[in-house]
Nanobody, 118 residues
Framework: QVQLVESGGGLVQAGGSLRLSCAAS????????IGWYRQAPGKQRELVGD???????NYAESMKGRFTISRDNAKYTVYLQMNSLKPEDTAVYYC????????????WGQGTQVTVSS
């Protein structure tokens, strides 16, 4: 089984930065792509971006420029660096792992709250 634990959330002022971490444990060899998602109150969960095992990244169009995803394979950890934060970035941020082969499905972390004050 793969477990994901997010950390690094908190309260930050607008214009500030945060770095979130997603630490994977368990059957980490099953992990292919890890993605970051967020869900604001009253809204659907949306993709922030993801990173493949080889390091290739993909971002939602609205997230490009301020958010950067990186991965440390030795530590089985994926990071989300968020800069120039805005109040509308306030959400619970989740990481998600696509497993291989695909029949294994996906795994979600428990989420970490990010609150950006104006």
């Amino acid at each position: 089984q793969v477990q994901l634990v997010e950390s690094g959330g908190g309260l930050v002022q607008a214009g500030g930065s945060l770095r979130l971490s997603c630490a994977a444990s368990g059957s980490t060899s099953e992990i292919s792509t890890i993605g970051w998602y967020r869900q604001a109150p009253g809204k659907q969960r949306e993709l922030v971006g993801d990173i493949a095992s080889g390091g290739f990244t993909n971002y939602a169009e609205s997230m490009k420029g301020r958010f950067t995803i990186s991965r440390d394979n030795a530590k089985y950890t994926v990071y989300l660096q968020m800069n120039s934060l805005k109040p509308e970035d306030t959400a619970v941020y989740y990481c998600n792992a696509d497993l291989k082969p695909a029949w294994r499905g996906t795994r979600w972390g428990q989420g970490t709250q990010v609150t950006v004050s104006s």
